[in-house]
């Protein structure tokens, strides 16, 4: 079954650097990859996702790129935030109706 | 719209009980996926339903099971309680069409004494 690996476990920048986790999976028709933020006490909230037929997506301060031929996929925050502050997941699915795995997800804290 | 929406927000149960957690799906959402996350980990997928139909189980015992009603809100029943099923308890629903995005409600703490 598939497997995803993400590092950091725990990164610290400054408030204004860039944050860039990443995550390799293991199963080549996983095709969809979402990207989500826990804070304390809340259930993930989906900040950004991709899919594998393009390579990179952008929304505002947040990108994803996706190297299918590496298996690997990276989360770009740039002028980061205190309360970009939180536990960042990564996740594949291989197939429509297949479930999610995820990664055992990034503590970022964001230092003012 | 309301996202959505889970109860109980905490459970207190003891070795051996039966729990059973409520979830109620954004609003034209006809899927819904249950996961566990234990503290420091990322979500364990435990079963998704779509249409009332059980579509994937995860490798969690026979003691949990679950079922999805005609209004497309679920249970999760967890029998048997033990210790390490003290967890986050996640559901997120989904339109079930092709683009399929999981979204997530608030959890339910449960802890076992």
């Known amino acids: 079954g598939e497997n995803v690996e993400q590092h950091p476990s725990t990164l610290s920048v400054q408030e204004g650097d860039s944050a860039v986790i990443k995550c390799t999976y293991s199963d080549s028709a996983s095709n969809y990859f979402p990207w989500y933020k826990q804070e304390l006490g809340k259930g993930p909230q989906l900040i950004i996702d991709i899919r594998s037929n393009v390579g990179e997506k952008k929304d505002q301060r947040i990108a994803v790129t996706l190297n299918k031929t590496a298996k690997h996929f990276s989360l770009h925050i740039t002028e980061t935030q205190p309360e970009d502050s939180a536990v960042y997941f990564c996740?594949?699915?291989?197939?429509?109706?297949?479930?999610?795995?995820f990664g055992p997800g990034t503590r970022l804290s964001v230092l003012p | 719209d309301a996202g959505v929406t889970q109860s109980p927000t905490h459970l207190i149960k003891t070795r051996g009980q039966h729990v059973t957690l409520r979830c109620s799906p954004i609003?034209?959402?006809?899927?819904v996926s249950w996961y566990q996350q234990v503290l420091g980990q990322g979500p364990q997928f435990i079963f998704q339903y779509y249409e009332k139909e059980e579509r994937g189980r995860g490798n969690f015992p026979d003691r949990f099971s679950a079922r999805q009603f005609p209004n497309y809100s679920s249970e999760l029943n967890v029998n048997a309680l033990l210790l390490g099923d003290s967890a986050l308890y996640l559901c997120?629903?989904?339109?079930?069409?092709?683009?399929?995005?999981?979204?997530f409600g608030p959890g339910t703490r449960l802890t076992v004494l």
């Open positions: 609003s034209g959402h006809k899927s």
């Open positions: 996740a594949a699915r291989a197939y429509y109706g297949q479930n999610f795995v």
């Open positions: 997120a629903s989904s339109g079930g069409g092709a683009t399929d995005t999981q979204y």
